[in-house]
């Protein structure tokens, strides 16, 4: 992933955000909501003009933070000065775009790939006898922290999207499935949880 351009899910468009094009472009927010409520309707022939309502550090009025497409964010730059800054991030937004694509095919082909493999996991937790109701997600945050160092919540926040599965990288993919198998082999010998984070700790430092 990049800190440029994000995917909300894997069926999602790609997108970045006013605050991303203000923060690197060297126009004030102001200034780049502002244009985007000007030309409200130019952008609308691009998609949706989308949006999320948040509040600054948690308090205060919410405002919106607008979400754009590639054809969104490429008009936005348009109606830009066309300073030194803004060209050399314009190329940079351009490559992100492009980028964040390529990733987002093999992302899909990977998640496809994967959805077996996650019933099998499941499966094996029902039969575990020391699974409880919880058993999944915790098995889940164990695999996630063992990848990114975040748990499902935190990868969610951290890397914007609705499915934890849908913020990890290819070669976390990668990663993450090696492990997978692993746990699902351990819950299917009716290993305790603390017997396989034990051994998941040791293996994930040579995976």
Not at 187 to 206: A, F, P
């Amino acid at each position: 992933m990049n800190d440029l351009v994000f995917i909300g899910s894997v069926d999602d468009e790609p997108y970045t955000t006013d605050k991303i094009i203000s923060d690197y472009s060297g126009n004030s927010l102001h200034a780049v909501k502002n244009l985007i409520y000007q030309h409200r309707s130019d952008f609308e022939e691009y998609g949706i003009l989308s949006f999320e309502m948040t509040k600054l550090n948690g308090r205060g009025r919410p405002r919106k933070n607008y979400r754009l497409n590639e054809e969104q964010a490429t008009l936005l730059m348009t109606y830009l000065d066309n300073t030194d800054q803004v060209r050399e991030f314009k190329k940079k937004l351009v490559r992100a775009f492009f980028t964040i694509r390529n990733e987002k095919l093999e992302q899909v082909k990977n998640r496809v790939a994967g959805i077996s493999h996650r019933r099998t996991l499941t499966d094996a937790i029902q039969r575990w006898q020391h699974g409880n109701r919880w058993s999944y997600k915790t098995i889940t945050d164990l695999l996630l922290k063992q990848v990114t160092g975040m748990n499902a919540k935190q990868l969610k926040t951290s890397r914007h999207v609705k499915n934890a599965m849908d913020g990890l990288t290819t070669s976390e993919q990668a990663k993450y499935q090696q492990l997978e198998n692993i746990v699902t082999g351990f819950i299917g010998l009716n290993k305790t949880y603390d017997q396989i984070k034990g051994v998941l700790l040791l293996t994930s430092e040579v995976v």
